[in-house]
């Protein structure tokens, strides 16, 4: 006589599609925090205790303490995202848990965001909602109203070529932008090729010759503030960021100062250094319509989501199965 085994308790630190949470259950033995919020560090700690495989967002920091506290019973961390700079890695390995993550679901969306921002800075669109809502009456229309900068011609640097770049690439392309980038290592002569792209194994080399910094590097301890005061400097007048990588990967109050001295024409940021907070510098910029902020919307589309829950369960059954998951983060890799 065999005895089937018991469910596995899947423990959920945020709410998650309803579709997935559905299939979730239908799974495993689900349990679900009643508080759609980032879990504090006891909460994540209960969790821990009394479940096989924690699913995490990038909101819950999962550090060397906290998993060093966790108990025998926790072997699976199955992050529901790409990014995974909010776990320690190293220590979840040491402890013998394996972590996972959500590759290369988000790609194409982060990169209609990041050129959607690209367009909004040149072309002052959040300004000129502005100008039509919070006046309240317009004039109509002018010669030398609300002018932005035409794209084609201009030059775009993108730092991090890998597949969310490579797709900003294809979409500037498009509309006319020269494609130049600097990456850890070069792209094949086949993509370089069809992007008319140009290589930079200097960063401080392209910085200064771009017209629009395009940020799509993952955020790791070799990338943190990549993007220095020194290396801002090195922007030409004019000129102007986007960011839909990671906050951290730019000195935040390095490029305030910039800003607030008018040596940038602008930035389109979608993340930030100490999100959720905001700057309250950055703030004023964007009430002047110096910036556009987003609240970490790149990836916020239906599809991407579900996609992401889908990638969480394979993870999740390839391992209850005794499998290496498809999708494992391994020390020392981004």
């Known amino acids: 006589m065999t005895t089937d085994r018991p469910a596995w308790v899947v423990a959920l630190t945020r709410r998650l599609p309803e579709e997935i949470e559905r299939r979730m259950a239908e799974l495993f033995e689900v349990i679900v925090h009643p508080h759609d919020r980032p879990m504090t560090q006891r909460e994540l700690a209960a969790a821990m205790d009394r479940s096989d495989v924690l699913v995490t967002t990038l909101s819950d920091k999962i550090d060397a303490r906290l998993l060093s506290e966790a108990r025998p019973r926790l072997r699976l961390i199955a992050q529901y995202g790409a990014g995974i700079d909010n776990i320690d890695i190293e220590a979840a390995h040491r402890a013998g848990i394996t972590v996972t993550n959500t590759p290369n679901v988000l790609n194409e969306d982060t990169a209609d965001m990041t050129m959607a921002l690209i367009l909004a800075v040149s072309r002052r669109l959040v300004e000129g909602s502005r100008e039509l809502l919070d006046k309240g009456t317009w004039p109509g229309w002018a010669p030398d109203a609300m002018l932005g900068s035409r794209l084609s011609g201009r030059r775009l640097g993108i730092v991090g070529m890998g597949r969310i770049g490579t797709a900003v690439a294809r979409r500037a392309r498009a509309f006319g932008l020269e494609i130049h980038y600097h990456n850890r290592s070069r792209a094949s002569a086949r993509t370089e090729a069809e992007l008319g792209a140009t290589y930079w194994d200097s960063l401080d080399q392209m910085l200064a010759r771009v017209d629009i910094l395009s940020v799509n590097c993952p955020y790791t301890p070799a990338t943190y503030h990549l993007l220095s005061r020194r290396r801002l400097a090195l922007l030409q007048a004019g000129s102007f960021i986007v960011n839909t990588a990671r906050g951290e990967i730019i000195d935040e109050p390095a490029l305030i100062d910039i800003l607030e001295e008018g040596r940038l024409a602008g930035a389109g ?66």
Do not use: C, Y
């Not at 004023?284 to 991407?304: F, G, K, N, Y």
């Open 269 to 334: 940021l979608d993340v930030f250094e100490a999100q959720p907070r905001l700057d309250e510098r950055l703030v004023r910029l964007a009430a002047q319509d110096r910036v556009i902020l987003l609240p970490h919307m790149a990836s916020a589309t239906r599809e991407a989501r579900l996609d992401m829950g889908e990638k969480v369960i394979i993870n999740i059954r390839t391992f209850m199965d005794g499998h290496r998951p498809p999708d494992r983060v391994l020390p020392g890799r981004p």
